[in-house]
């Protein structure tokens, strides 16, 4: 069982969050978007070895946030809100 | 008589006499006797018969190492596959031997072994691979088991769990991990002391040392009533299982009285002080009886004062056997055979017990009993689960752990240190890494810390039939064999010999084993490697880790705010979507009352619980650009007062949700979606919203549980609402179909909301949960004069059947789009960017052979399709499926079975007829649109 650190509630169990896919996959949101580009936002993914950002919702608070994790170890290097300023 | 109680000290016992039975047979053991020691003191040689051979086994070790001695016990408690010697005997046990029939001693299976060389490792999937395994496998296996389960015994209660924390947890309560706890506790540190024996004290109990002037078992208690006034937590009988992510340790506690307890601890760090476990040594016929660890000889003399036997001979290869020797020199005839002075045991002689051993210069030894040492192996389990890695120690031949793991330290003979100086050291040197400054030594009197060994690895080609896994009776033989058939990856040797995979886990025998192996491929040892470690370190029962989810708390369903006054109505609940709902009522038959319900629906009005319909209220000056965003169909458009059916897709395209939209205000939406989807809907809108929007225009709150919603549905409904008065007009002028608006019951708002999910005229009623059940208690009492039906689940689905309204999830899959289901014109017509709109532009979603939502008429005359059945095309080469039935009922309103399907282009081919083929059965279909009663949606006004 992971510890993941909310910005906003500190240190809980990994049970509470749930995974929102990786951080950086922008949508496209130009007009035309190619098949190509947009098959790469809804299925391509890097499933990157080693350290490796993600988004994660904190189900109990229902903040979104980017955690910097390390997909080999688990070892979790820190979390950061989503927003400036953190919760408005 | 052999093995028996010595009249010696025991520090272990009382002098309480203690009765039980051992596969039927009345014995008596003394209080702190565990089951095997009492076993042993009475003189009981044969304590279980092996796994594959059915050979009588007796007694190897005295703690979680054992092998052999695994038991059933009822009679005071229910325990399956329990060790015998980790168990405490208590007044009334009825113990049964495992895996033997009717007994131990006199086993109907026996004569397994005189076939044994028949039966070589993959014997049964070589053999019985024709023509199905799994006709012969129930068989094997019965012969092949364990104990044997009670199916319908229920834990007394459910096991407790615990969660703590703690700034060092101490896991094995010998000398190490006792001085660890001792001065991390001075220290001021709160610590959690744990150990899976029945008492702290470890090599202490049966070793003899001189500890800061005091005796080792005096020196043990100091420490326990210390670290009691310190406030240290000890727990005794317990394991730590597993240690597992962001150092979270596991830890099982056998509880005397009652379930098992469940610890997830949480230390800042972790001192292993596991200790090591002693190796057989390889000879023919090792696996006799009266043949045991010379460490678990040493424990069962000095703390229970049961000898092992009267001619003892003790074999070894190492240093640490002399006290055993001189233990058991006062009360029996001991001959030493020591490996280092170049004399070995070739092999053992003896039935159902060893009588004698022969030795490698020729002469023959009589003896009772054999204490071997074939070294000492470092419990490393925990620090290779927590990602630590080994390295091979040439001169002791062990593994040990290599480099540091972060929080996780590892001491005494876990780490290889074998004298007692050194294990105190070893525990010093982690304490200072904890930040504990110069800890204070224990002082040890008279105690040399020197430990030699010489290697005694199995060899190839050994004579007769050497034991290297007792509990899976697997031999050298069986490793040749494996070597033999190019099974040498060290994974592949266990699973193809079964080495190592018994409930033991292999404590005892991996390493002889992979060392034969090394030899056998002319590898050396730390070449061929370890198996995976992976918890548990022993076996932790299911009820533990279930704790209290069981029973009606294994997934606790939802429950209504009315639910009483459904069941004072006679309803009979189910399970829809988590929630627990009437799915019909009174005490006629399913199918009859479900087609009463919907009749009576259809001709006057029917009463409806529609609580969990979800109610997500989205407010702010964003609102209404937000909604555009996350519903596929135009909301923006939407009049205050108003509402609008509509779809929510996931990005792929595919259906997520489909639901009406209320807008109550400007800038305040209502997003009514389906029962079981309103925690994904609430996730999901929170996503798009912080993802996209400005969050202080815009908010999300989601008034689902805290609002009951009663609905009135029929032709009277409309005369019964304004029976009951709410301060509003329900007219078609001041409220048309898919409007809202707010009336008041005794002073509470309520929102009415028009909308249908039955094809007849209908009111959703919006009420705080707590006013419920006051307004639905009058709905009752005016429906009543207007012959108004109680409404459940089942009734609702059939009505909206008839109408083609779809269940999402029920009638469409993950494949399903929207134009799908029929709804194209947001396609050509919503300019502004949506969820999953790109998708919907993809070849795939452009194809035009597509499943789509179709009704499916029966036209052979049968009754109602089953759910699921295929319609299907024949081809050249046979048939292939056009898709499949999603819904169908019997329609009480027309008559006849209704179905609902998805069917590959369906939607251009109305009236075209089908097969449909179900279990084999070949039937067919008409199809017909999805709408199959009033079409012109006449009766919304009727
Ligand atoms: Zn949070």
Not at chain 2, 426 to 441: D, F
Request: proline content about 5%; charged content about 25%; hydrophobic content about 40%.
């Amino acid at each position: 069982m992971q510890l993941f650190p909310c910005p906003f509630c500190g240190p809980r169990s990994e049970a509470e969050f749930h995974f929102g896919g990786d951080a950086g996959n922008v949508r496209p949101d130009e007009d035309e978007v190619s098949a190509d580009r947009w098959s790469s936002y809804l299925y391509m993914r890097h499933n990157q070895k080693g350290m490796s950002p993600s988004i994660w919702m904190h189900m109990t608070c229902g903040e979104l946030f980017q955690l910097d994790r390390d997909t080999l170890t688990h070892s979790v290097a820190g979390s950061k809100a989503l927003t400036e300023g953190g919760h408005r | 008589m052999t093995s028996f109680r010595t009249l010696q000290p025991a520090n272990s016992l009382t002098e309480k006499v203690v009765r039980f039975t051992f596969d039927g047979q009345r014995l008596e053991g003394l209080e702190g006797d565990t089951i095997a020691s009492a076993l042993l003191a009475s003189d009981v040689s044969i304590v279980g018969r092996s796994f594959k051979y059915h050979r009588p086994r007796g007694l190897w070790g005295v703690g979680v190492e054992e092998p052999n001695a695994f038991v059933d016990v009822s009679g005071t408690r229910s325990l399956v596959n329990a060790r015998a010697t980790t168990e405490m005997l208590v007044d009334g046990m009825d113990v049964r031997s495992v895996n033997a029939s009717p007994s131990a001693a006199r086993d109907r299976h026996s004569f397994v072994d005189r076939f044994a060389r028949f039966i070589p490792s993959a014997f049964y999937y070589k053999t019985f691979m024709w023509p199905n395994w799994h006709l012969f496998e129930p068989h094997i296996r019965k012969m092949a088991g364990l104990g044997v389960i009670d199916p319908i015994a229920t834990y007394p209660q459910p096991a407790d769990q615990i969660n703590e924390t703690c700034d060092l947890l101490v896991v094995g309560g010998g000398p190490a991990g006792l001085l660890s706890a001792l001065i991390a506790a001075r220290s001021g540190r709160s610590v959690v002391l744990c150990d899976d024996g029945l008492e702290l004290g470890g090599s202490l109990l049966h070793h003899r040392a001189m500890i800061d002037g005091v005796d080792g078992f005096e020196w043990v208690r100091r420490c326990r009533q210390e670290l009691h006034t310190l406030g240290a937590k000890v727990l005794t009988r317990t394991t730590a299982f597993g240690i597992y992510d962001h150092n979270l340790v596991g830890l099982n506690e056998r509880r005397p009285v009652g379930a098992d307890r469940l610890w997830r601890v949480r230390p800042s760090a972790v001192f292993l002080a596991t200790g090591a476990i002693e190796r057989p040594l390889p000879f023919a016929n090792n696996d006799l009886p009266g043949i045991m660890s010379a460490e678990a000889g040493l424990a069962y003399l000095r703390r229970f004062g049961a000898a092992a036997g009267k001619r003892i001979v003790v074999a070894t290869n190492n240093s640490m056997t002399k006290e055993v020797a001189e233990a058991f020199a006062p009360i029996a005839d001991v001959r030493e055979v020591d490996y280092r002075r170049g004399v070995r045991i070739v092999g053992a002689h003896g039935g159902s017990r060893v009588d004698a051993v022969e030795l490698s210069n020729g002469s023959v030894i009589q003896a009772d009993a054999v204490l071997v040492s074939g070294g000492f192996t470092p419990t490393i389990h925990l620090f290779c689960q927590a990602r630590g890695k080994l390295k091979w120690d040439d001169k002791l031949l062990v593994f040990r752990a290599g480099e540091d793991v972060p929080n996780v330290s590892i001491i005494g003979a876990a780490d290889a240190n074998f004298g007692l100086g050194e294990v105190f050291e070893s525990a010093g040197n982690a304490l200072r890494k904890i930040g504990c400054e110069a800890p204070a030594m224990p002082r040890l009197e008279g105690h040399s810390s020197s430990f030699e060994i010489v290697e005694t690895w199995p060899k190839p080609k050994m004579e007769g039939r050497v034991w290297i896994d007792l509990q899976h009776d697997v031999t050298t033989k069986d490793i040749e064999l494996a070597a033999r058939e190019n099974f040498v990856s060290v994974e592949h040797l266990k699973r193809y010999t079964t080495l190592g995979m018994a409930t033991d886990q292999g404590k005892t025998s991996n390493l002889a084993g992979l060392a034969l192996m090394a030899e056998l491929t002319g590898r050396t040892v730390p070449e061929v490697g370890t198996t995976t470690y992976r918890p548990p370190f022993t076996p932790v029962p299911f009820g533990s880790f279930a704790g209290a989810r069981g029973g009606v708390l294994l997934n606790p369903p939802r429950r209504l705010v009315l639910e009483n006054l459904h069941r004072d109505d006679g309803a009979h609940l189910r399970e829809y979507g988590g929630w627990l709902r009437p799915a019909w009522y009174g005490d006629e038959a399913e199918e009859r009352a479900v087609q009463r319900e919907a009749m009576q629906a259809r001709k006057s009005v029917a009463l409806f619980d529609g609580s969990p319909l979800g109610k997500i209220e989205v407010m702010g000056p964003q609102a209404a650009e937000f909604m555009d965003f996350i519903y596929y169909n135009t909301m923006s458009t939407l009049k205050p007062g108003r509402c609008r059916y509509g779809f929510i897709l996931r990005e792929s395209g595919i259906v997520y949700d489909d639901g009406v939209l209320v807008r109550l205000e400007e800038n305040r939406f209502i997003v009514s979606c389906s029962s079981s989807h309103v925690p994904g809907v609430y996730a999901m809108l929170e996503e798009w919203r912080q993802d996209r929007f400005d969050r202080r225009r815009l908010y999300i709150h989601n008034a689902t549980a805290q609002t009951a919603t009663l609905t009135v549905s029929g032709p009277r409904s409309k005369v019964l609402l304004d029976a009951v008065g709410l301060g509003i007009s329900f007219d078609d002028a001041s409220l048309p179909h898919m409007a809202t608006g707010w009336g008041s019951f005794d002073g509470t708002q309520v929102r009415v909301t028009r909308v249908s999910f039955t094809g007849d005229r209908s009111y959703e009623l919006s009420i705080r949960a707590d006013r419920a059940e006051a307004l639905w208690s009058r709905l009752k009492h005016i429906g009543q004069s207007h012959n108004a039906v109680l409404m459940g689940l089942e009734a609702l689905m059939t009505l909206r059947a008839e109408k083609g309204f779809i269940v999402t999830g029920k009638d469409s899959d993950g494949m399903t789009l929207p134009m799908d289901l029929g709804s194209s014109a947001p396609l050509s017509k919503k300019k502004v960017d949506y969820l999953g709109k790109r998708s919907l532009f993809t070849e795939e979603a452009q194809r035009p052979d597509r499943t789509q939502l179709v009704g499916l008429e029966v036209i052979d005359g049968g009754g109602r399709f089953p759910t699921g059945a295929h319609g299907v095309l024949k081809t050249g080469s046979g048939k292939r499926s056009l898709g499949y039935v999603t819904s169908s009922y019997h329609s009480p309103t027309l008559g006849r079975p209704i179905a609902l399907g998805l069917i590959e282009r369906g939607a251009a081919r109305h009236g075209e007829v089908i097969d449909v083929q179900h279990l084999g059965e070949m039937r067919q279909a008409r199809i017909a649109p999805p709408c199959a009663f009033d079409p012109e949606g006449e009766r919304l006004n009727a």
